[in-house]
C-alpha cells in the first residue's frame, strides 16, 4: 500500500449530509436495468464533501457488539466506527452513474487508516472522500478510494483511509494486464486465539453500520447474488481486530483481505508482536485457507 492521497485539482461537490446506504444502493439497483459499462476511461474528477458528527450512539452500539476498543471509546471515536460514518458518503459517491466502475459487485483488497489525531464523538468534523489511482489487475481493474476527516473549525486533518477496490467486470482500454503474481502456499502460523462468528453477525452488524448489503445478511440473500453462503464484512474483521488493541492517536493500521469469513464459522487467529508492529494473521483452520493479514503501528 505504497500510496499517498492527490485530492488536489478536484472539483468539490458539497453535500448537506451523508446519503442513506440503502438510497445508495436503491441507484445500483435501478442501474442494473440499464447495459452494463465494460470499459473504464477516467474518473470523475470530483471531491466529495460534507460535515457531520461520530455520534455517541453509534460508538456505544460499536462497542457493545465488538467489545471493549482499549483506550478509545471515551472521548476519541473508535477507527471503524469514523469510517462507518463516511462509507455513506464514499458510497454514494460510488453509485453515481458518472463513475465508471460498478458498485455491485466490487471487491475490497486491502483497507488502510492513519489515525492521525484523536477523532471527537458527537462534535461536528469535515468529511471528504474521492477516487483515484483507477489501474488494470491481472483480474479487472482497481480503484483506490480516498477518505479525509478534519476538524470542522481548524481542518486540521485528523483521521485518512485509503480502500482498494477490484471490479472484475471492467477493464481499461489499452491498458497492459499485469501477470498475476506468484504466492507462496498459506503456511498457518501458532493459533493465539480463536473467534466464533454466529450465522446473524453480518445482520448485527449490519445494524450499526446501516451496511445491509445482501451477502452478509443470509444464506438465502447471498446466494440471490451468486455467493455459497453469508460472508462477514471486511470492516467486521478489522474492527474484530482492532478491538481491545487500539491506542492513543497517532497509530496506523492496515488489512489485507485474502478469502471471506463465512458465516456461521470459527475463524483461527494468530497475533504477534514484532518491533512496533502488531501483526495478525486470521484463517479457516479447518481447510487451512488464509482469510487476512493485518497491523496495527504507533508512529
Do not use: C
Not at 514484532?274 to 503501528?297: M, V, Y
Request: hydrophobic share 40%.
Amino acid at each position: 500500500m505504497d500510496t499517498t492521497p492527490q485530492p488536489e485539482n478536484l472539483r468539490v461537490v458539497r453535500l448537506s449530509e451523508i446519503p442513506s446506504l440503502t438510497s445508495s444502493y436503491g441507484k445500483v439497483a435501478t442501474g442494473l436495468l440499464r447495459a452494463k459499462q465494460s470499459v473504464a476511461s477516467s474518473l470523475p474528477g470530483t471531491r466529495w464533501e460534507t460535515t457531520d458528527v461520530i455520534s455517541r450512539r453509534l460508538v456505544d452500539e460499536y462497542n457493545a457488539l465488538l467489545g471493549s476498543s482499549g483506550v478509545v471509546g471515551q472521548n476519541s471515536a473508535p477507527s471503524v466506527t469514523v469510517h462507518i460514518t463516511a462509507f455513506g458518503l464514499s458510497t454514494a459517491m460510488m453509485a453515481e452513474r458518472r463513475f465508471p466502475l460498478p458498485l455491485l459487485g466490487m471487491v475490497h483488497l486491502q483497507h488502510k487508516v492513519w489515525h492521525m489525531s484523536d477523532v471527537p464523538i458527537d462534535q461536528p468534523v469535515r468529511i471528504s472522500t474521492w477516487a483515484q489511482s483507477m489501474r488494470p489487475h491481472y483480474a479487472g481493474t482497481t480503484v483506490e478510494i480516498w477518505v479525509q476527516v478534519l476538524d470542522a473549525t481548524t481542518d486540521k486533518l485528523l483521521w485518512q483511509s485509503m480502500a482498494l477496490y477490484l471490479s472484475k467486470s471492467v477493464v481499461i482500454p489499452g491498458a497492459e494486464k499485469p501477470e498475476r503474481p506468484v504466492r507462496e502456499p498459506f503456511q498457518a502460523p501458532v493459533m493465539t486465539a480463536q473467534w466464533e462468528l454466529p450465522r446473524d453477525i453480518g445482520r448485527r452488524y449490519g445494524a450499526i453500520s446501516g451496511d445491509w448489503n445482501p451477502i452478509h445478511l443470509s444464506k438465502l440473500t447471498a446466494k440471490a447474488l451468486g455467493m455459497p453462503s453469508a460472508i462477514a464484512h471486511g470492516m467486521y474483521a478489522a474492527g474484530k481486530m482492532l478491538a481491545g488493541r487500539e491506542t492513543l492517536a497517532p497509530y496506523t493500521w492496515a488489512i489485507e483481505f485474502a478469502s471471506p469469513m463465512r458465516l456461521p464459522s470459527k475463524v483461527a487467529v494468530n497475533y504477534r508482536q514484532e518491533g512496533d508492529r502488531l501483526l495478525t494473521t486470521a484463517w479457516n483452520a479447518k481447510h487451512e485457507k488464509l482469510h487476512f493479514l493485518a497491523e496495527i503501528r504507533q508512529f
